[in-house]
């Protein structure tokens, strides 16, 4: 009978099973039962619960509103990350994303922070402080960048929590 089934290709749609650990199991239970968990992690751990009873694609995918697509694939995933220093939580996320090359050299971007840093007055600015504008233009007439977006300039400056319109502040705090 097994070879019948087999040869029609009803073995072939049976998902590998999903065998959890009690450990396993309740971690992902205290990750669904959290307020703060991110909605994408918890359909994931319910997917993956779900894998754990016996459920195939089509009715994970029915019981939770999404695609078969979703349900293999984080089926696969938990496979895949098997045997691997993870947390729980950990195994749920996405993958690292490659992303474009990077524009800017790591020298590049010391010398805009360095810019940022310096009085806009030693560059023959008329303004106080450096503005995101600002610092674009005078980077780019110096040739450091060939060309940059003022939001590049702010995105670069709020990762390096750098605030040029605060460096007075930062260089000569109030006494107390």
Known sequence: MVDVLRNQGVARLTPKILNLSDGERYQLQQLINKHNTPQQIVLRAKIILMASEGKNHREIARNLDINRQMARLWRNRWFETEGKELSICQRLQDLERIGAPARFGMEQIIELFALACSPPSDYGRPISHWTARELADEIMNQ????????RHVGRLLEEAELKPHQSRY???????
């Open 143 to 150: 040739g450091i960048i060939e060309s940059i977006s003022v």
């Open 170 to 176: 930062w260089l000569t705090p109030p006494c107390r």
